[in-house]
């Protein structure tokens, strides 16, 4: 794979120049000091090797990363202990030494050479073992990233009801395990980087080689080479850093928290970016369709999960809608309502001191702080706050007059379609634009609300990530029919032969045995010969 | 950022013409056609739609001898330096009077129907500015926006109309073909402009990624609007009957006035098809905007055409208040379509086709 080999080959450069290692044990440790000087966390020890104890070695390592029992137990042990029972003296050994101690005494099974200081510096800082050899002009790099982490949980921000429960930890290591847990195939590439100046923090671009859309991989590796910041500390930093474009209130890429969903994606042909200490992976490239979708879709049975999904579809349109249309329909339009309803709607704001807009307005606000509130309050008193501001909101608000019932059931039914959004961040863009559209609606009526929904298609029609346009499939330039499969509604899986058309990508057979195969090959194999 | 980089399908660009042919002209066409040949309007349809797809081929004609050029460029070879910028000048000119119409069409209607209360400035900016920001975006934007709102708006018209059904008495379609010629000859116009918009292929055939395939866009065209325009027409006559139908100023929003959906919970929709008319009309007026800033800046030889769209605003504006009053707005809409329209959306192609077939002649006789 050409293609591939020339994307990853250029190496970034190291600004910091090289700092060669010295054949002197002590000269090197006194460098490495010199470097590390007033971080108290660092373990520096010397120690002599051999019968005759003639060999100065030492080792380096980060108090808390490094995994003391491995150092002890497989490095120390095997050096000074075992190594004394060793004859030194034999022709063999004394010119050997080193590649002795390397292939046949260190018991790890991950071991580095290198000779430039400051990369030992950046391994020891990320939990790495330095071995320093007397007369050598190398260190070894024993492979002992050890530290205490949270275990495989379930993802607090995205439960399912069927589906596997695991959900990504703050390691880089156990996420891309997870995922390759699903993925046991050799194309699946994880390829690692650093980011970040000081922070250096490890990222991971996951793809399989024979899915993945080659222009995305391509912008992918480009925007994320051209980042220089100093630290990263959440999938958010890079996130904000590589979208398309940073004025639009939308997502350009999908954060999730869940293996299952980023191995689906990969199937599909996306892009995962995973990124050091947060449990959330980004996933690229994202479109209006994909942030709708929920990993159980595809794991319900196909009515379900088609019901549901349109049932997602109209909750969106609910809670971006459905607060200013109330105000549009009461302030202009009261004709639209049949006369029963438009009396009462009339009746139950007769008490109302507020124009719609004011009325609505207030409600939405109250809404948000409450939601704002139940997030930044520790678990026990959330549901405290859930309790006095459903209550504010919903019978002292109207028993005080100061909003409508109908108002209430508006802003309810608001509050409750757009929590049924998967994505966060997509549920908070349509969040923000609602009160956009209230404004509009107050002031031209069902033609605001047609207005600032042009103004939004437009913005869509604009908007591209990574080169996918976002309302993909719904323009056609990169799709086709066969796209609608899987949007509205999910077919079963074996008319779904098919990877999605508009990621574009080189394998794109999904289901090869479908259910008729299967069928024949059970009645009678006959068409195999 | 990269730019978009400016290719559409053919089936992009039919919704595109399909998106611009549909908008103000559908409102009053089943009284054109119900005034000028009763209950023949359907075979007049039929027939205009014909005249429509000839023409549309014979265009398609002219712009294939010219892939990826639009009528600027192609109308400097076949007619020389200064009279091919002449007749783009025009062209673009003709463009700005169309938007502008489009814009008090669109405020005029607006306020009778939705916002009655609301100053015809205010709805003619906020049309303009939404306008103003497709036009900016560019070509590739413009296709996607049309590939959505076309589906959309043709869906929930359909599904509006299926209530009246019960309503409908087809005896107002008979007697069939006893109208006489003269009076379809003198009606033909009427419903070949009804069809006006068609003409934007000059400019945006530049932009098909497969010019061979523009000639499926136009059939498709022309297909989908006929179906629609057929289904208005018959479903508003046989609904109010030749006599009402010729006697109303807007017939079809008066029809979907009438719809009682069963058991709805909104009772007079009007108002919600007037948010679907409003998005076919806000498509027009982009599309021919966008159209209109793309001819002047390649006869100004500017790469970047979205930096002359803001200036054309306030152009269209003004043009659009020029009219004092709904009468005075039809009689120059009258004359407008009679004159430019004519010139611009039969005369010019046709004659640029013949010079062209002229001039391959000669061409082929030297190489000969």
Excluded at chain 1, 175 to 200: F, V
Excluded at chain 1, 417 to 440: C, D, E, K, V
Excluded at chain 2, 218 to 234: A, E, K, M, N, P
Excluded at chain 2, 314 to 339: C, H
Aim: net charge neutral.
């Amino acid at each position: 794979m050409g293609f591939f080999d020339d994307l990853f080959a250029k190496k970034k450069e190291d600004p910091r120049p090289k700092i060669p290692v010295e054949k002197n044990c002590e000269k090197n440790l006194d460098k490495i000091k010199e470097i590390l000087a007033g971080s108290d966390d660092i373990i520096y020890r010397t120690f002599f090797v051999g019968n005759e104890q003639k060999m100065k070695f030492a080792i380096v390592y980060t108090e808390g990363l490094a995994d003391k029992n491995l150092v002890n137990e497989y490095v120390l042990k095997n050096l000074m202990v075992l190594s004394r029972m060793a004859d030194m003296e034999v022709h063999a050994f004394r010119h050997q030494v080193y590649e002795v101690i390397k292939d046949g005494t260190l018991s790890v099974s991950d071991l580095k050479e290198i000779d430039d200081i400051n990369l030992a510096i950046d391994m020891i800082l990320s939990g790495e073992t330095a071995l320093i050899l007397d007369e050598w002009d190398k260190l070894l790099i024993i492979a002992s990233k050890g530290w205490p982490t949270r275990s495989v949980s379930e993802p607090s921000t995205e439960t399912v009801i069927r589906g596997p429960s695991e959900g990504f930890t703050e390691t880089l290591r156990v996420n891309t395990a997870l995922i390759r847990r699903r993925i046991r195939d050799p194309k699946l590439k994880i390829h690692q980087m650093q980011i970040g100046r000081r922070s250096k923090t490890d990222v991971a671009i996951v793809y399989i080689e024979e899915t993945v859309n080659k222009d995305v991989l391509k912008m992918v590796k480009e925007r994320l080479d051209r980042i220089d910041i100093d630290a990263v500390l959440e999938t958010g930093y890079i996130e904000q850093l590589i979208e398309d474009n940073w004025r639009s209130p939308f997502p350009q890429a999908q954060y999730t928290q869940r293996p299952d969903s980023v191995a689906g994606s990969l199937y599909e042909g996306r892009v995962a970016i995973l990124v050091d200490n947060t449990p959330f992976a980004l996933l690229v490239p994202a479109t209006a369709i994909t942030l709708l979708q929920s990993p159980e879709d595809y794991y319900e049975r196909f009515f379900i999960a088609s019901a549901i999904r349109m049932l997602r579809f109209i909750s969106v349109a609910m809670s971006l809608v459905l607060p200013a249309i109330y105000i549009a329909i009461t302030s202009y339009h009261p004709g639209m309502l049949p006369t029963d309803l438009a009396l009462y709607v009339a009746g139950s704001r007769n008490n109302v001191p507020f124009p719609a807009f004011i009325e609505a307005f207030l409600m939405e606000a109250a809404l948000e702080l409450l939601r704002e509130a139940g997030i930044r309050l520790p678990a026990p008193i959330g549901s405290t706050i859930g309790i006095i501001g459903g209550l504010v909101l919903g019978q002292a608000a109207v028993e005080a007059g100061v909003v409508s019932p109908l108002m209430v059931i508006v802003v309810a039914l608001t509050a409750m379609a757009a929590y049924a959004t998967p994505n966060y961040g997509f549920a908070i863009s349509f969040r923000l634009l609602r009160f956009i559209m209230m404004a509009f609606a107050a002031f031209l009526g069902l033609y605001g609300v047609i207005w600032v929904l042009l103004v939004i298609l437009i913005h869509l029609c604009n908007l591209k990530s990574f080169g996918v346009p976002y309302l993909s499939p719904f323009v056609a330039s990169t799709t086709s029919l066969k796209d609608f499969k899987d949007i509205f509604i999910r077919l079963p899986w074996h008319f779904m032969k098919g990877r999605p058309q508009y990621l574009h990508r080189m394998d794109s057979d999904r289901l090869v045995n479908n259910r008729n195969t299967i069928e024949t090959e059970e009645g009678g194999t006959d068409e195999k010969k | 950022m990269k730019r978009n980089n400016d290719v559409i399908l053919s089936s992009q660009l039919a919704a595109i013409l399909s998106t611009t042919i549909i908008g103000v002209g559908i409102l009053s066409l089943p009284r054109d056609v119900a005034e000028g040949v009763g209950p023949d309007s359907w075979l007049l349809i039929l027939i205009g739609s014909i005249l429509a797809l000839i023409h549309g081929l014979l265009m398609y004609c002219l712009v294939r001898k010219f892939p990826g050029e639009t009528l600027v460029e192609f109308s400097q070879t076949l007619l020389g330096k200064v009279l091919g910028k002449v007749i783009s000048f025009g062209f673009c000119i003709y463009l700005l009077i169309f938007s502008a119409v489009e814009v008090r069409v669109f405020g005029e209607v607006t306020k009778q129907y939705l916002l009655f209360n609301t100053p015809l400035e205010v709805l003619g900016i906020t049309l303009l500015i939404l306008a103003v920001y497709l036009a900016r975006s560019g070509i590739e934007p413009i296709a996607r926006m049309s590939e959505i709102i076309f589906p959309i708006a043709t869906f929930t018209a359909v599904l509006i109309i299926l209530p009246l059904m019960p309503e409908l008495d087809m005896s107002y379609l008979k007697p069939v073909l006893r109208t006489p010629i003269k009076k379809f000859i003198t009606t033909i116009p009427a419903i070949f402009f009804s069809y006006v918009g068609i003409e934007v292929l000059l400019v945006f055939s530049a932009f098909v990624k497969d010019p061979k395939k523009i000639k499926n866009g136009v059939f498709l065209t022309v297909g989908l609007v006929t179906f629609f325009y057929l289904s208005i027409t018959v479903i508003t006559i046989t609904r109010f009957g030749l006599e009402e139908t010729s006697h109303m100023t807007t017939p079809v929003l008066e029809l979907f006035k009438t719809i009682d959906i069963p058991g709805a919970f909104v009772e007079n929709i009007e108002a919600f098809i007037m948010s679907i008319w409003i998005l076919s009309v806000f498509m027009t007026l982009a599309v021919i905007y966008y159209g209109a800033s793309l001819i002047l800046s390649r006869l100004l030889g500017s790469k970047e055409q979205n930096y002359l769209v803001l200036p054309l605003m306030p152009i269209i504006y003004f043009l659009a208040l020029i009219p004092d009053n709904v009468a005075q707005l039809s009689e120059y809409m009258e004359k407008f379509s009679l004159y430019m329209g004519t010139f611009y959306i039969s005369l010019v192609p046709i004659a640029l086709l013949v010079i062209s077939g002229f001039k391959k002649k000669k061409g082929g006789n030297k190489s000969a």
